[in-house]
């Protein structure tokens, strides 16, 4: 936002609506935010109470995705879902786009195959947005990642 001038202009608009108008500021990436309020030369510095999300706990998950499998007359089990969690890392974007794929392939009830094809086509349809985040970490970091077998070319 700052590159393009917006946030002296979203700043500006905010503080003409008063106080009866409150905000949300959300993103997945903490960084970004860190630097839109915390840094002094900014418009937003200082001007927001944060609140930090906590994790969505695996229990949460279960009985949510089954719920919405089973809106639509299909099934997916627990040892599904906490698979899928698992690879995800309990990333809720992630999470909920292979359930979004397995809803999309599965007939009426998730089977295994079902789950190794909707990582692999997650991963297809998400490569430029890892291939971004690659690029742009520092070299330290790539090297870190290397060294600890957490990424291979």
């Known amino acids: 936002m700052e590159n393009l001038g917006l946030e002296k202009e979203i700043r500006t608009v905010i503080q003409n609506h008063g106080r009866n108008i409150s905000y949300l500021f959300s993103g997945s990436k903490k960084s970004i935010l860190t630097q839109i309020f915390s840094d002094k030369s900014r418009p937003f510095y200082k001007s927001v109470k944060k609140l930090p999300l906590k994790e969505i706990p695996l229990e949460e998950w279960i009985p949510f995705i089954q719920n919405k499998f089973e809106k639509t007359g299909k099934k997916i089990d627990k040892e599904t879902i906490k698979e899928v969690f698992g690879i995800c890392r309990g990333f809720p974007y992630y999470i909920q786009h292979i359930c979004y794929v397995l809803w999309e392939v599965s007939k009426e009830k998730v089977k295994e195959e079902d789950l190794d094809y909707a990582v692999n086509l997650v991963l297809e349809r998400e490569e430029d947005s ?24």
Do not use: A, D, I, V
Not at 140 to 150: A, D, F, I, R, Y
């Open 130 to 153: 890892f291939w971004e985040e690659w690029s742009n970490l520092p070299p330290t970091q790539k090297k870190s990642l290397e060294n600890h077998n957490l990424y291979k070319r």
